[in-house]
């Protein structure tokens, strides 16, 4: 099964900026989708924004749409999602995940996920 692993994560101040990065052992699936979620405390894990491997099509929840940005590597395997403006509502743990499913917008549909990195914003 393909590994996923998120860095980057960490405590920025109301304004700034951070990269995430995902980076996969292997390609999961032949076409995919990476996707980023998040999940504040006491809060249901959201969904951020996908990137597929078709086209290399996007999708963004209102909430980051603007302010974050998801790219690809392919040869490397890795997706990024460059977040800029940073909120203190940004403030969550952010997993990334790989779908078969190519525009899913669903973390049920996500099959392999990463261990989650932290990123906490202050005010």
């Known amino acids: 099964q393909v590994q996923l692993v998120e860095s980057g994560g960490g405590l920025v101040q109301a304004g700034g900026s951070l990269r995430l990065s995902c980076a996969a052992s292997?390609?999961?699936?032949?076409?995919?989708?990476m996707g980023w979620f998040r999940q504040a405390p006491g809060k249901e894990r959201e969904f951020v924004s996908f990137?597929?491997?078709?086209?290399?099509?996007?999708g963004y929840a209102d909430s980051v749409k603007g302010r974050f940005t998801i790219s690809e590597d392919n040869a490397k395997n890795t997706a990024y999602l460059q977040m800029n403006s940073l909120m203190p509502e940004d403030t969550a743990v952010y997993y990334c995940?790989?779908?078969?499913?190519?525009?899913?917008?669903?973390?049920?549909?996500?099959?392999?996920w990463g261990q989650g990195t932290q990123v906490t914003v202050s005010s």
């Open positions: 990137i597929n491997t078709l086209g290399g099509g996007t």
């Open positions: 292997g390609r999961p699936f032949r076409n995919y989708a």
């Open positions: 995940a790989a779908s078969p499913q190519l525009y899913s917008r669903r973390s049920q549909d996500y099959v392999n």
